[in-house]
């Protein structure tokens, strides 16, 4: 899924999560800057190891 895709998906209802090697569990939510493409982002939380950009590439 792309991340257009995965935005389009959010807007319309999916749940996504982000899960961090221990285990922890973050919320993803759209965010959409004025001016600039939405992109996806855990909602803040008290560990950074289940935020998106700590996580591995996909394949």
Do not use: H, K, Y
């Amino acid at each position: 899924m792309s991340i257009d895709e995965a935005v389009a998906a959010a807007r319309t209802g999916t749940v996504f999560t982000s899960a961090a090697p221990a285990g922890t569990i973050a919320a993803v939510r759209v965010v959409q800057p004025q001016g600039r493409p939405a992109f996806l982002q855990t909602v803040p939380d008290s560990d950074p190891a289940n935020n998106l950009f700590r996580l591995p590439n996909c394949p």
